[in-house]
C-alpha cells in the first residue's frame, strides 16, 4: 500500500522560508503526476502546486513565485521549497497525486507563519 510521509513544516517569520518533503512508500512518482495541496482553517484543501511525470510544473496563482516544486524519482520523494513566506500560508500541507487519491492523503505537516 503507497503511503505518503510529509515533514519540513514548522514556524517562519514572514518572509522566510521552509522546504517540505514527502516520501512515497513505493515507486509511484515515476506514475503519478504529483501535487502539494494545502487546508486552511476553515477553508477546503487546494492544490498550490503539481508536477508531472514528464516535469511540467504548475503554480496557484497565490503562491507563483515563492514556492518551487521539484521530484526526485529515484528517491521517491517530491519537495516543495517556500520562499518569501506571509501569514497566508498557514496550513496544514499535504501531498498527494494529481488529481488527488483519497487512499493517499497523509498527515500533512503543518506551515505556521507568525512574527
Known amino acids: 500500500q503507497v503511503q505518503l510521509v510529509e515533514s519540513g513544516g514548522g514556524l517562519a517569520q514572514p518572509g522566510g522560508s521552509l522546504r517540505l518533503s514527502c516520501a512515497a512508500s513505493?515507486?509511484?512518482?515515476?506514475?503519478?503526476?504529483m501535487g502539494w495541496y494545502r487546508q486552511a482553517p476553515g477553508k477546503q484543501r487546494a492544490l498550490v502546486a503539481s508536477i508531472t511525470t514528464r516535469n511540467i510544473i504548475n503554480y496557484a496563482d497565490s503562491v507563483k513565485g515563492r514556492f518551487f516544486i521539484s521530484r526526485d524519482s529515484a528517491e521517491n520523494m517530491v519537495y516543495l521549497q517556500m520562499n518569501s513566506l506571509r501569514p497566508e500560508d498557514t496550513a496544514v500541507y499535504y501531498c498527494?497525486?494529481?488529481?488527488?487519491?483519497?487512499?493517499?492523503w497523509g498527515q500533512g505537516t503543518q506551515v505556521t507563519v507568525s512574527s
Open positions: 498527494n497525486t494529481v488529481p488527488s487519491s483519497r487512499y493517499y
Open positions: 513505493r515507486s509511484i512518482l515515476s506514475i503519478y503526476d
